[in-house]
């Protein structure tokens, strides 16, 4: 698999089709893998792809807009590139997929490698990407999605009374230090200005504390719904431990029960917060 | 050098907690030890790896408030009050205080961290274990070097030798029941050293090269690195409005992100991503030994271990040494 991609990726740098090419290297532990941008074929044989491959690679395709680009894509970081074209962020045509049929990604963190999946894989319903133009890896028979043995932590947390569910979220908000890493690596937090960041209106400003960084946890949110391609990413980058996939899955779910759409499936389905019908039933 | 066995640490500690209080490495969630104020001396993890925030919050909070004015109570200054015991800080965090000290303390002194700075005693502890991302031996220091600490605990076979280095470790050690230490201080683990001199010497010829654009590709401008860092200081300030009047409020801020530099005219002199993560490898390098004599970095290696895309800074000081930075 390794090497087809990194003959893929060579072939698509020598002839030109595309200027770079992302894709994963080992990551300076030795064990883990980390983005690679490779700009030539000889640079192309640093790629690899394994279970520790977590990155979202589509967070970096509205960095170069304009560039014909290839991309190395799993499931998820497909239906994130889904996302972000109908979005109007990335045209189709500059960006060449190569999409790799992905068995789930490991929980690692950096200097620590773990045969454990991420929660996330455990939801996904999908093996191979929805969205590429050379597939590497053989597609597996339907049905693709596995199933969690155990309750989700969503279910689990609505399980508890109110108090103790705004003790959960106060005790985890309180701790962000709002280092904005869930928003900067999510590839569907694009804007060139964040509400965070406004100044006029001041939703959170600089301040770091737990009114404002509940207006923010929650607004990023919010503002991912029916967006959200529970990549993860978000979750794996908070250096505090807040478990931000729960919000995530959560309003990915009402967003399904209630216009049966899910982000990045389907290019063509309308978005559910940005299509309007006459005599459309108010929820 | 004494001796204190782990059946008296916990006396010790309550000894402390009627003192002042006392922030100490705390578990807080499974894989997460943040320093945090002790209620109970059981809570207390002398053996924790790392915590993700550097001790630098007690000094330097994440964010505060300078002072506060309404038409009805005036200008109000909130009071620091209390002593403090801050437990359980790696030599390389000890540095990390160090390190702060030189812009917080530099004439004119900032008034809020002194204060806190003067009403803390810092009680090191050495490490028995490196962890793979350590190079602090770089900057002078080790795994069991005491400087920086007030009192410094080294961990033996059932307990800590002790040692108190000032007059304020003296005072936080005098209700420790110590003995006579006859066990040897261990051999410090081996952590690997870069040349950060030589780094220092040739960085500048090497600011524009396109190897910061290579790294920044994957950088994502987000603060982890310089949050996590413990000799990351910089600061925004803003006036919060509170139900009758306002307060200033003080956060800290961040050289990676783009609002940074940008100034009211609309101008930003580090518009690109690789300027930004350029500036923090010179700041630490080149800037701040330039300008305080010392390098901004402990070797801690917690930028290593929480970038979410691996930007590792021994890389780039290796990357520097070997001349691949020159790449055209």
Redesign the interface.
């Known amino acids: 698999m390794i090497e087809e991609i990194r003959a893929k990726a060579a072939d698509l740098l020598r002839s030109g089709e595309v200027k770079c090419f992302i894709g994963y290297e080992r990551a300076s532990d030795g064990l883990t893998a980390r983005p690679f941008f490779a700009y030539s074929a000889d640079e192309a044989d640093r790629l690899i792809f394994d279970g520790t491959c977590v990155h979202n690679l589509a967070r970096y395709l509205p960095d170069m807009r304009g560039k014909r680009v290839g991309i190395l894509a799993k499931p998820c970081d497909s239906r994130s590139i889904n996302v972000l074209i109908r979005e109007g962020q990335v045209e189709r045509e500059e960006v060449y997929i190569v999409g790799v049929v992905c068995d789930g990604v490991y929980r690692t963190t950096w200097g620590k490698p773990s045969l454990e999946l991420q929660p996330r894989c455990l939801y996904c319903s999908k093996r191979t990407p929805v969205v590429y133009d050379y597939l590497i890896g053989q597609p597996p028979p339907a049905p693709e999605s596995r199933h969690p043995a155990s309750i989700s932590e969503v279910e689990a947390l609505e399980r508890k009374p109110a108090a103790e569910r705004w003790e959960f979220w106060r005790s985890h908000f309180a701790r962000c230090i709002r280092c904005n890493a869930c928003r900067q690596i999510c590839p569907a937090c694009y804007c060139p200005q964040c509400f965070s960041d406004q100044l006029d209106p001041l939703w959170t400003g600089i301040r770091i504390g737990l009114p404002q960084n509940w207006v923010w946890n929650v607004g990023r949110a919010l503002h991912l719904a029916g967006r959200c391609v529970d990549c993860e990413e978000c979750q794996r980058a908070c250096p505090m431990g807040i478990p931000l996939a729960i919000l995530n899955r959560k309003l990915a779910s009402r967003v399904k029960e209630l216009f049966g759409f899910e982000a990045g499936m389907d290019p063509r389905a309308p978005f559910p917060f940005a299509t309007f019908e006459n005599e459309e039933e108010i929820l | 050098m004494k001796f204190l066995s782990n059946g008296n640490l916990r006396g010790w500690l309550e000894s402390l907690m009627g003192m002042g209080s006392l922030i100490a490495p705390v578990d807080?969630?499974p894989?997460?030890t943040?320093f945090s104020q002790v209620r109970d001396p059981g809570e207390v993890n002398l053996e924790y790896e790392i915590t993700?925030?550097p001790p630098k919050d007690l000094f330097f909070p994440?964010?505060e408030a300078l002072f506060r004015f309404s038409p009805s109570r005036g200008y109000e200054i909130p009071r620091i009050e209390g002593e403090t015991f801050l437990l359980g800080v790696h030599p390389c965090d000890a540095l990390g205080i160090r390190l702060m000290d030189f812009p917080f303390l530099s004439p004119p002194a900032d008034p809020r961290y002194e204060e806190r700075r003067r009403r803390t005693t810092i009680i090191g502890l050495g490490c028995v274990k490196a962890?793979?991302?350590c190079f602090c031996t770089s900057f002078g220091i080790g795994p069991l070097d005491p400087s920086n600490a007030d009192a410094f605990l080294v961990p033996v076979p059932g307990g800590f030798l002790v040692e108190a280095k000032t007059g304020k470790g003296a005072r936080a050690l005098a209700s420790a029941k110590l003995e006579e230490a006859s066990i040897p201080i261990p051999k410090p683990p081996e952590v690997s050293a870069i040349d950060v001199e030589a780094v220092r010497k040739v960085a500048l010829s090497l600011f524009d090269s396109p190897y910061w654009g290579?790294l920044a590709?994957?950088c994502?401008?987000?603060?982890?690195c310089?949050?996590?860092c413990p000799s990351c200081y910089c600061f925004?300030i803003?006036d919060?409005p509170t139900r009758d009047g306002a307060e200033r409020?003080r956060?800290?801020?961040s050289c990676q992100?783009p609002?940074f530099t940008r100034q009211a005219s609309g101008y930003d002199p580090r518009q690109t991503?690789a300027s930004r993560l350029r500036n923090r490898f010179y700041h630490k390098f080149s800037y701040f030994p330039d300008e305080f004599g010392a390098f901004g970095c402990t070797g801690c290696g917690r930028c290593?271990?929480?970038?979410?895309?691996?930007i590792?800074i021994?890389?780039t000081l290796s990357a520097i040494l070997r001349g691949e930075a020159r790449i055209a």
Not at chain 2, 220 to 224: D, P
């Open positions: 807080l969630e894989g997460l943040l993700p925030i994440s964010s962890r793979p991302e290579r590709d994957r994502l401008s987000c603060k982890v310089a949050y996590v925004d803003r919060y409020v956060s800290w801020d992100s609002l991503k290593v271990r929480y970038c979410p895309v691996n590792d021994r890389e």
